[in-house]
Every structure is written in C-alpha cells, then in structure tokens.
C-alpha cells in the first residue's frame, strides 16, 4: 500500500490567517482525498483531489474556504483559509490504494493538528 | 444513504481480555470493510480489509469477521494489551458507484494494566 507523508503534524494558528497542509505520496495515484475530525467526532469528507482538474468538494465546504492544489499524481495541498476557533480539528489525507480503490482499502497520512486561538 | 454504526462507543477493560468491538451498516451492498486504529491526534493506521466476498481477516491477535447479509462485522482483539489503547474506527465502502468510505464514529479503547 501507498505511504504518505503529510505535514506539519501540528500547528497552533491565529485567528484570520491561513494554514497549507502538505501531503506526499511514494506512488502515483490518480485521486487523494482531504478529511476534517472535529473533536470526538467521525471523519468528515472536505473533498475529493484529482490531478490536473479542481478539486471536487462535499456539502457545506467551498473553495475559497479550502483551496486544494493537485499539481501531480504524488503531491497535494489542502489550505485553511482565514481561521476561526472553529476550524480547530485533526486534517486528514488519504489516497485508495493502487490497483483499485476497492480492492487494496485507504490509506492515510499522519494528520495535521489544527488550534485556531 | 450508507450509514455505519460502532457499538460500544468507549470501553474499558483490564490488561488481558479478549474484546469483541461491532460495526453495523445499512446497506449490505458494499465493495469491501476496513478497521483502522487512531491514536489521539493521529492519522489512521489501516487494521485489517475486508473483501465482500470474504467472511474474515486475521492479522496477529486480531480478527475481523463480515457478515454482508446481515450488516454486520466485528472485530475481535486476543488478550488485548495496554498498548491496544486508541480509538478503533470501521469504515465501508459501497457498491453503488460511490469510491468514497463511509466511517463509523469509532470505539474508543482503554486498557490499563
């Protein structure tokens, strides 16, 4: 299965500014997927990142709050843009594995720990 | 629309017991089931998949089993270990053209010495 690196690992913010979250790849895949975890919640799907096209987003997320850059099939970048409190939460990147989404599972980066003060 | 239930949501057990953590899902039409173990503030470390043509996976002291007509898989942990503390989460993934995993909200897991 595919290995991620993804950083930073943790990150403590000021209100109104902006994060880049950074997530590698050893191996080509066509599509990488962004999560948000809110504090003792589930996995929440931001958007779905496939190269050389925009990024498609799920309900109740938007571009310009998340802009996502694809720029090859091992590198993808999901940024936070003008923080709020609310935005503190564990950000996840994750790719299916090679050979078929469906036969080989996800795999996932090590999270960005995200505190909006 | 996929729907994952984890039960129980937080257990906690002393160093040595075999536990059994449940997944439930809606729909029984899915390409496959993964077991991910979370540490606080982590990523997910994937566990065990599951195909839906298979009835179990066996990694070390765990199990996991999948019942596709009745909704169901369990995950079951042998003689469970303080360092087996973390949030274990399922996640399914449907059939229906749908690449995108459903998650449960996870079992949290503690075991003390």
């Known amino acids: 299965s595919a290995v991620i690196s993804q950083k930073p690992s943790r990150d403590i913010c000021q209100r109104g500014t902006s994060l880049t979250i950074q997530c590698q790849v050893d191996?080509?895949?066509?599509?990488m997927f962004w999560y948000r975890q809110q504090p003792g919640q589930s996995l929440t799907l931001i958007a779905t990142?496939?190269?050389?096209?925009?990024?498609?987003?799920e309900s109740g997320f938007v571009i310009d709050k998340f802009p996502i850059s694809r720029p090859n099939l091992t590198f993808s970048t999901l940024t936070v843009s003008n923080m709020s409190p609310e935005d503190s939460s564990i950000y996840l990147c994750?790719?299916?594995?090679?050979?078929?989404?469906?036969?080989?599972?996800?795999?996932f980066g090590s999270g960005t720990r995200l505190t909006v003060v | 629309k996929q729907e994952v239930t984890q039960i129980p949501a937080a257990l906690s057990v002393p160093e040595g017991e075999n536990l059994v953590l449940n997944c439930s899902f809606t729909d029984s039409a899915i390409y496959n089931l993964q077991w991910f173990r979370q540490d606080p503030g982590k990523g997910l470390t994937s566990l065990l998949l599951?195909?839906?043509?298979?009835r179990e996976q066996t990694s070390g002291r765990l199990n996991a089993s999948l019942d596709k007509s009745s909704g169901r898989s369990t995950l079951y942990i042998a003689a469970s270990q303080p360092g087996d503390s973390a949030t274990y989460l399922c996640?399914?993934?449907?059939?229906?053209?749908?690449?995108?995993?459903?998650f449960g909200r996870g079992t949290s897991l503690i075991v003390h010495p």
């Open positions: 990142a496939n190269q050389g096209s925009e990024a498609t987003y």
């Open positions: 996640a399914v993934m449907g059939s229906g053209g749908s690449y995108i995993p459903t």
């Open positions: 191996s080509q895949v066509t599509m």
């Open positions: 994750s790719v299916g594995g090679t050979g078929g989404l469906s036969n080989y599972g996800y795999t």
């Open positions: 599951i195909q839906s043509s298979q």
